[in-house]
């Protein structure tokens, strides 16, 4: 039974790239509420899959990112601070793909503006989160290294997105 909050776990699983997901029916995902525990147990499953995206997105810049153990030791306490302070960030993005699918099939135009200018807020807070960490990386890294980790970082981030987007109905297909 497809719900409302199928999207969102639908979503998770492909941002995690565990498997390849045909695109959801968005009428019949719209149909049903879940139960508050039914809630409480997508949260919770959503939960786990990021955990397991940010376990193997650590293992993709590590597998990719040429470090000396001297480098080592100083890049990883700052790539876990960069990262606790993105997973702030990216509760926002997740809060707001959940108010979609509620809204999704009875969605005003303000609804649909408000979620797209909040959506944009929390684009410009990862921006502004990169831009602050260049030089606390540059500090424990050569300047290439920190580069190449925020390409890393970036293409990852890009791949998510673009399983994410695939995934989420067009807002005017709930007509």
């Known amino acids: 039974m497809k719900t409302k909050f199928t999207i969102l776990f639908v979503v998770a699983l492909a941002a995690a790239c565990l498997l390849d997901t045909p695109k959801l029916n968005a009428q019949s995902a719209a149909a049903q509420q879940p139960s508050a525990t039914a809630q409480q147990g997508i949260d919770q499953d959503v939960k786990l899959l990021r955990e397991d995206i940010r376990a193997k997105k650590k293992k993709l810049v590590a597998a990719n990112l040429q470090l000396t153990a001297d480098q080592a030791t100083k890049f990883w306490p700052v790539y876990d601070q960069y990262t606790a302070e993105l997973v702030k960030i990216n509760d926002e993005k997740y809060a707001l793909i959940k108010e979609y699918a509620n809204a999704w099939g009875t969605m005003t135009d ?12 929390v684009d410009e807070k990862v921006a502004q989160l990169r831009t602050k960490y260049v030089p606390l990386f540059n500090k424990v890294v050569p300047g290439k290294t920190t580069a190449t980790f925020f390409q890393l970082d970036r293409r990852i981030q890009a791949m998510i997105d673009l399983q994410l987007g695939a995934q989420l109905p067009l807002v005017q297909d709930q007509n």
């Open 110 to 121: 303000d609804q649909a503006t408000g979620l797209i200018d909040r959506a944009l807020a």
